[in-house]
């Protein structure tokens, strides 16, 4: 039996795992990782803290198997989030902190600082003639790649906030990397780049070329070059190359142990739940995949190129060769719920959702009333901006229906009220989707919101598909381990998926729940108005004076 390493690094924490060769996870380990707020909409991790949390996890795996399974592990793979990551000539990481602080080297995927710097970048038109030469023109063809607009959350915006705020950084800047790929530069002093995360994230378009240094000249980042993008780009789970000797002596692997290359870590998600498809020669389009946790990413695969208004993509070859992936999203989902439960003011320590749906149904336990209890209590819960299908990362969170109460009951409303507007939201993209004849007939769901059957339960009657639900919290891991495989045998990384393919050991299926059909369309269309409102108002206030 062979053996494989699957390093997921999330939001909140690094989690490795030890993979045998048929997809089954022999050992698991984690490490939290601080999120640094320093500034509103300022969002920073350290890059050392991350790779003290990789050496540490996968040192714990080793301590929990015997030697001589650890001495068959044959390959190493990554997954990150789509941060951002500036190494200088040395390949040292530089603060990208405003404040110059040395735990603030990975500028987070979540951080909003260069929403300016995006609305430039997607309207010309506010582009300053002596930095750009697209001023007066249409946006450039590389936006529609990425559903028409960059995100602050993208890293061209990115780029231009860190060249206009943090000279002294750019000046000394070598390497430009997504986290996904400086951990692959770590792991093997190579600086390549994972064709998921250049397309997804920074505008590279393979069957255009790729790098178009035209757009980068017409945003302002003219002196951006190829060899600070990543000259070699590669398709995910081909091979990086082997362990750095440092590295591989630091955690006891061998010499010869081979790195694949990384996928960003919703897409490692995506890739685990390619084994749950139809069958050994081909690939699911019909699934739409759904990583829900500190943000949700709404994935769908197709084998034609369609573009979709405010919705990413389409994207070539970003998890398996041969399909072209569009990605949707939510920037605040498990997020804006911890805060709306958190900060009410019958929250205690006691409080989880799993106590809150058991209130729920005791209180309620007739399906429809309990939920029909928030007729008229709606929440637009997109407390960090809207990432699809609006595409407007300065959108806000609404709550309407407040009363003066504010007891346990308030707090199992108001939170019933948050799940059924992240539920819409998600609807507001599968439609967005299914006008350019892109559809599914089931959603496979992952992450910490999966384990809420409630909130599946809701998606499920809202988006009328039914929700599959994997018993398999891990899936970023073995996703990850999935490219170390193919790159240890230097195989297509769909030659692994086929290898792995079967059905869910275990899972829940949620369906839709034919009674409430009604409810819910007109309760979603109320969640649409509600946002248009928000468009309205931000006009008249912004044409007020």
Known sequence: ???????????????????????????????????????????????????????????????????????????????????????????????????????????????????????????????????SSLKGEGPHEVLRFVGGAFSPEQQPPKLLWVKEHLPQVWDRAVHFFDLPDWLTYKLTGRPIRSQCSVTCKWGYVRHRG?????????????????????????????????????????????????????????????????????????????????????????????????????????????VVEGVWLYEGGQTAAGSALDHVVRNHPSYTSDVSYETLNTDLGIRYPVPYDLHTVTRHLHVQPDLH??????????????????????????????????????CFGIRMIVEALSKEEITFDKIVLCGGLARNSLYASILATVARLPVVVPDDDNLMCVGSAMLAQAASEEVPLMEVVHRQQSEPMKSETSYPIEELIGYYDAKYEVYREICNSQLKFRNKMNNCD
């Open 385 to 422: 901006g809207n990432r699809s299908p609006l595409a407007l990362p300065w959108i806000r969170g609404v709550m309407y229906g407040l009363d003066l109460s504010c007891g346990h009951d308030n707090l199992l409303h108001v939170y019933l009220a948050t799940l059924q507007g992240l």
């Open 1 to 131: 039996m062979k053996y494989f390493i699957g390093i997921d690094v999330g939001t909140q924490s690094v989690r490795s795992s030890l993979i045998n060769e048929t997809g089954q996870t022999e050992c698991h380990a984690t490490r939290p990782l601080t999120v640094r707020n320093p500034h509103p909409d300022h969002y920073e991790q350290s890059c050392s803290e991350i790779w003290d949390g990789i050496t540490r996890t996968i040192t714990e795996l080793r301590l929990q198997v015997r030697s001589d399974t650890w001495s068959r592990v044959r390959g190493v793979g990554c997954d990150a989030t789509c941060s951002l990551v500036v190494c200088d000539r040395e390949g040292t990481p530089l603060s990208l902190s405003r404040d110059g602080g040395a735990d603030g080297t990975v500028l987070m995927w979540m951080d909003h600082r260069a929403e300016g710097q995006a609305d430039r970048i997607n309207n010309p038109s506010l582009l300053s003639p002596s930095s």
């Open 210 to 318: 790729g790098w178009d240094l035209s757009f980068f000249a017409g945003v302002g980042l003219g002196d951006l070059t190829v060899g600070q993008l990543g000259p070699d780009v590669r398709l995910p789970g081909s091979v990086a190359g082997v362990l750095e000797r440092g590295v591989a002596d630091e955690l006891e692997l061998g010499h010869d142990v081979r790195v694949g290359v990384s996928l960003i870590d919703a897409h490692a998600g995506a890739l685990a739940m390619l084994r749950y498809g139809p069958g050994a020669t081909s690939v699911s389009t019909s699934s739409m995949g759904i990583i829900s946790g500190t943000s949700t990413c709404i994935m769908g695969l197709d084998p034609e190129m369609r573009f979709v208004g405010g919705v990413w993509g389409p994207y070539q070859d970003v």
